[in-house]
């Protein structure tokens, strides 16, 4: 329908109209490039600003991964050493479950004292 | 990314990554003795394996590896706190016993399998400061009980 009507020659076109028609089309034109070339770099920046945190975060986390991971340096490189260190360690161990347990005991005593003299009672 | 992740976030789960994360931080003292280390202490007939009364050469000799962390800055001792709970929370650790006197308080965990403790780890907490003694071993229960009977 639009074609014919484009084809026929007697219908008269409005003085101007063409050049209005293609300035018009021009400026929309004009238009799309500034949006899209704004749009793409803005989004060029974020990805390339994404990419550096995402490597940063891996770089990173895998830094601590493998600190987290792996196999410490021995303290001591003399043997005699490294044993008198286990002992002193051992020492102190000793102490603290010697103290829980003696403690655990008097608990107990206290306990079984008073339930003496609940049951002298009854 | 995951481990990235995992690493940053999760629980210690063992003396090994407690050593790991606190050593070489300032008002951390550390020490660590490996399997091989260990081997030696063995190996090495010179070395007396008895101290004055006390003998613990029988139980040393049970042992692979050990790690001691020993904390006098009091955010890295709340720090340490809280990353051992964590680590108990979690289900491998087993509390064997917990002391509390004036102003300390001592948390003993161990790993087992039947009757072999497979992971020891003693926690002791001061006001401010806070230690951990880790052993990775092949100890039977009798061993460990004598250590209470010193």
Same mark, same amino acid.
């Given at each position: ?9 007697? @219908? ?12 018009? @089309? ?22 390339? @600003? ?15 991964? @493998? ?56 | ?7 940053? $976030? ?5 003396? &090994? ?5 606190? $050593?070489? &931080?300032?008002?951390?003292?550390? #020490?660590?003795?490996?399997? %091989?280390?260990?081997?030696?202490? &063995? ?41 051992? %709970?964590?680590?108990?929370?979690? +289900? ?13 308080? #001592? ?10 403790? %497979? ?8 006001? +401010? ?16 009980? &004598?250590?209470?009977?010193?």
């Amino acid at each position: 329908m639009m074609e014919k009507a484009a084809a026929d020659r007697r @219908i008269e076109v409005p003085h101007g109209f063409r050049k209005e028609l293609s300035e018009m @089309i021009d400026s929309m034109d004009a238009a799309e490039k500034i949006v899209t070339s704004g749009k793409s770099r803005a989004m060029r920046t974020a990805t390339w @600003i994404m990419s550096v945190a995402a490597g940063l975060v891996l770089l990173i986390g895998t830094g601590l991964t @493998i600190h987290t991971f792996r196999t410490p340096k021995d303290t001591f490189t003399d043997p005699e050493e490294a044993y008198a260190a286990v002992e002193k360690a051992l020492t102190e161990i000793s102490g603290k479950m010697s103290g829980g347990a003696a403690s655990a005991r008097q608990a107990e005593e206290t306990v079984s004292r008073h339930t003496e003299v609940i049951r002298s009672l009854y | 990314m995951f481990l990235a992740a995992a690493a940053m $976030s999760a629980a210690a789960q063992d003396g &090994k990554e407690i050593y790991n994360r606190y $050593s070489g &931080k300032k008002g951390v003292s550390s #020490v660590y003795i490996s399997p %091989t280390m260990f081997k030696m202490m &063995k190996s090495l007939p010179e070395v007396s394996m008895e101290s004055g009364e006390v003998d613990f050469s029988s139980i040393i000799k049970t042992f692979n590896g050990m790690y001691i962390i020993d904390i006098e800055e009091p955010e890295l001792a709340k720090s340490l706190s809280e990353e051992v %709970t964590a680590m108990a929370e979690s +289900g491998r650790y087993e509390l064997m016993m917990e002391a509390a006197e004036e102003s300390e308080k #001592v948390r003993i965990y161990i790993v087992s399998k039947g009757d072999i403790v %497979t992971d020891f780890l003693m926690f002791a907490q001061e006001k +401010g400061s806070a230690s951990v003694i880790s052993i990775s071993a092949e100890m039977p229960f009798s061993e460990l009980q &004598k250590l209470i009977a010193q």
